[in-house]
């Protein structure tokens, strides 16, 4: 009797501490590598920006004493070489007129985005998670246009520039497993000091990843 007795104890204690486990880990630091696909406003019509392939990562720190709440950090980088797009045809004049006519260029352009904020997750079931995030963004751009003819009429070189971003993840975590897989939407806005098109260089990011939860440590 007292050997069953010890069974039932020793089976409740490490139900514990699993369940202790599981939720240390869904409120620990996190580490995420991702790629995926981005889209990017270059001045141009809203049908031709093009889309590139964005690949970086991410770190979630908790807030202490709020659950699912977290530091959320994330860089990504976009690029894309020899490619058509559009723009404005009063960027080419002297004095700046707003005007719907654009003409066709050949682009080089790189992108990294560095995101500071905040990310909550909800907890949709134990292993499924839906979280919001945003807070500010710097990016670093580096950017060339060119005529046919040749000419150049847009060259960006490093530039800084500060915008905000928002985002929505959703998150499969595996029974187990330190790690976790996820998916994310996040829209990156750029404010640029083109009159002719203030949302120019920003960005819309679709990427899947893998995070890996260090339990508490």
Request: aromatic share 14%; no cysteine.
């Amino acid at each position: 009797m007292k050997k069953i007795i010890l069974i039932f104890v020793l089976l409740f204690s490490l139900e514990g501490l699993l369940n202790a486990q599981t939720y240390l880990r869904h409120n620990s630091v996190f580490l995420g590598a991702m790629a995926g696909v981005a889209t990017v406003n270059l001045s141009g019509n809203d049908g031709q920006n093009p889309v590139s392939l964005a690949f970086g990562g991410s770190v979630g720190i908790p807030v202490p004493l709020i659950e699912n709440l977290f530091i959320y950090a994330r860089t990504s980088y976009i690029s894309q070489s020899n490619f058509q797009s559009f723009y404005n045809t009063s960027y080419l004049n002297t004095n700046i007129q707003l005007s719907e006519d654009f003409v066709e260029v050949n682009s080089s352009f790189s992108q990294l985005i560095i995101n500071g904020g905040l990310l909550y997750n909800f907890l949709v079931t134990e292993d499924f998670v839906l979280g919001v995030n945003g807070g500010m963004t710097f990016m670093v751009v580096n950017q060339e246009a060119r005529l046919r003819t040749g000419r150049v009429i847009s060259s960006v070189d490093n530039e800084n520039i500060w915008g905000a971003f928002g985002g929505i993840i959703a998150e499969k975590r595996w029974d187990d497993s330190s790690f976790s897989t996820f998916a994310e939407a996040q829209y990156n806005y750029a404010q640029s000091d083109a009159e002719y098109r203030p949302s120019a260089l920003s960005a819309m990011n679709y990427t899947f990843g893998v995070r890996y939860y260090l339990e508490g440590r």
